[in-house]
């Protein structure tokens, strides 16, 4: 069974900065993409960034220049680095990936469990 285990969240100042990662862990023939999505109260999920495993990034135009996405492809980690965090940056951030559990399968998405961000004004 493939599990994405996400961790880093924590409580912090407008300003200050955060760094999350998640781990995916189990059988798994390869991993496309990587990413982190967000959910604050009352709203929908977003995508916040993505990488894929050649290293190409995609970040929410909210947090470009703010944040940044990376991996260790050997280890199945992806990581966010949040900097200069703002109050409206306060969400739950969830781990994704795009993944196959055998050459011959379809890609699926899977989930972590989500860490919390709270930024305090």
């Known amino acids: 069974q493939v599990q994405l285990v996400g961790s880093g969240g924590g409580l912090v100042q407008a300003g200050g900065s955060l760094r999350l990662s998640c781990a995916a862990s189990?059988?798994?023939?390869?991993?496309?993409?990587m990413g982190w999505y967000r959910q604050a109260p009352g709203k929908q999920r977003e995508l916040v960034a993505t990488?894929?495993?050649?290293?190409?990034?995609n970040y929410a135009n909210s947090v470009k220049g703010r944040f940044t996405i990376s991996r260790d492809n050997a280890k199945n980690t992806v990581f966010l680095q949040l900097n200069s965090l703002k109050p409206e940056d306060t969400a739950v951030y969830y781990c994704n990936a795009i993944l196959k559990l055998r050459s011959w399968t379809a890609s699926e998405n899977y989930w972590g469990q989500g860490t919390q961000v709270t930024v305090s004004s």
């Open positions: 990488i894929t495993s050649g290293g190409s990034t």
């Open positions: 189990g059988t798994i023939f390869s991993i496309s993409v």
